[in-house]
């Protein structure tokens, strides 16, 4: 029954590893995007997608690359993940036009 | 370029105060206006949202926003709130550049106090 479901909840690595969030939306909706939520709460657009293409791209390490195989999925891979790159990545989509965004429950990265 | 000011980083209430959390944008057009709130742990969540019509818009939880398009506003109130409010809340503005956009504030760290 999940609209927006994103797989780890946690991940906790070391650095230099590479890792990837997945994410899925089961509302039909257009666009997803890539949210970064460091410890202060701040959200910061990472990345946005519609019907698989990229449209948003904020200014982000390029160690970062989203994949969407369809409009439903919109994966993230990391590469060689830094101490900074701790932080609550949050998954979101939204149907057509002005609509709010659902979001999913997040994935905490913690590097080590 | 378009932005969106949340006044205040940190508000600390009582249970039973009422509450105003302020919001400003800037953007010259036609602006579509949310509040999201943000429970500790969890996802973030609508709150409610102002497309078009009246100004006073009511959400959830007896929230409620004031959209004043002369002040570029879209402040956020409840007349009483409760312990279970404590939470993180977010403005949020969408334009439409030649395709919508989304920016969210920085937030509003609510803390109430039993």
């Known amino acids: 029954d999940t609209a927006v479901s994103q797989t780890p909840k946690y991940l906790v690595t070391q650095m230099g590893n590479d890792k990837s969030i997945k994410c899925e939306q089961n509302l039909g909706h257009d666009t997803m995007y890539w949210y970064k939520q460091d410890s202060k709460k701040f959200l910061k657009i990472m990345f946005s997608?519609?019907?698989?293409?990229?449209?948003i791209n904020e200014t982000v390490p390029n160690r970062f690359s989203p994949k969407s195989p369809d409009k439903a999925h919109l994966n993230l891979h990391i590469n060689s993940l830094e101490l900074g790159d701790s932080a609550v990545y949050f998954c979101a989509s939204r149907g057509q036009g002005n609509q709010p965004q659902h979001f999913g429950d997040g994935t905490r990265l913690s590097i080590l | 370029a378009q932005s969106v000011s949340q006044h205040n980083h940190h508000v600390i209430l009582s249970e039973a105060a009422s509450l105003e959390l302020g919001c400003n944008y800037s953007?010259?057009?036609?602006?579509?206006l949310f509040w999201y709130v943000q429970y500790p742990g969890q996802h973030l969540q609508l709150l409610l949202k102002?497309?078009?019509?009246?100004?006073l818009v009511k959400g959830i939880k007896g929230f409620e926003a004031e959209f004043i398009k002369s002040k570029f506003s879209f402040n956020l109130r409840k007349p009483s709130v409760q312990w279970s409010d404590t939470a993180e809340y977010f403005c949020a503005v969408t334009v439409n550049t030649g395709g919508f956009k989304t920016i969210f504030g920085a937030g509003t760290r609510l803390f109430v106090k039993a």
């Open positions: 997608y519609n019907n698989k293409e990229l449209i």
């Open positions: 102002y497309f078009s019509g009246d100004p």
């Open positions: 953007y010259g057009g036609t602006v579509n």
